[in-house]
């Protein structure tokens, strides 16, 4: 009988080679979730945002200051939905199958980072589409909510990394948020109240949201940083910590969850 080379490692080793795998296994899943969401998501977003302005110009109305990312920059909660619906559905699965549920978070964590910079990507060309689709139709527009003007190299960078790790963060937010009723589904008031406990599981989500002064969060900031180094500064810095507390949580959460409703 032959021996896994693996088996024949010491033990943090050992968990150590089997973790990488289980992490691969877990962020394609969510890569492949990530991408087939946000392709859903972009479209149809795209049809509304030069939709609106188009039929209102065609049939006549009001459109007081209508922009696309004055509903929380909705692109994500797309993350935040896909981070919780797929760690929910394949943590049975995937811990039978030898991986762990440190290696579901890192897998989310993961693919959060590789899909999150075209979120990025596309947050920028949709802002700058709806700039020109209002000033086609000659009305108002009230600006995008991004960290730094879209009119300078710096700008387009800062609100790319910005938003790469806003995605980052709302996937694990979701992460924990599945973790957190899993854990505390016997307890009453978290039946009865459930925003006792979905709210302070967004706490990572408020800081990502002003750090980038985007987001339903980051409304009140609407506007973005007055200057360069400090919008650079203060998203990027915000960004991480709001991203590394997510992980935190997501990673305290879902280790003790039992994987029995």
Known sequence: MTTSPIRELPATERAQAS????????????VRSLLLSGAWFWAIWTVFVAGVPAAVDRWGGEMPDLTYDLAGAPSRWVAFAVGAIVSGSMLRLHVAAGGTRASVVDGVLRAAALVGPAFGVMTVLLTLGEERVYAALDLHWKGGATPLPLDTAAG???????????????????????????????????????????LPLLVPCAIADLATRTGLFGIPLRGGYETVLVGAVGTVVGGLAAAALAAVVAHRLLRDVPLRP
């Open 156 to 198: 387009v960078v800062v609100t790319v990394v910005g938003e790469a790790l806003v995605v980052v963060t709302y996937a694990l937010a979701g992460v924990a948020v599945v973790a957190g009723f899993r854990r505390f589904i016997h307890v009453r008031w978290v039946l009865f109240f459930p925003p006792l406990l979905v």
């Open 19 to 30: 973790h990488r795998p289980a992490v691969r296994v877990a962020r394609r899943r969510v």
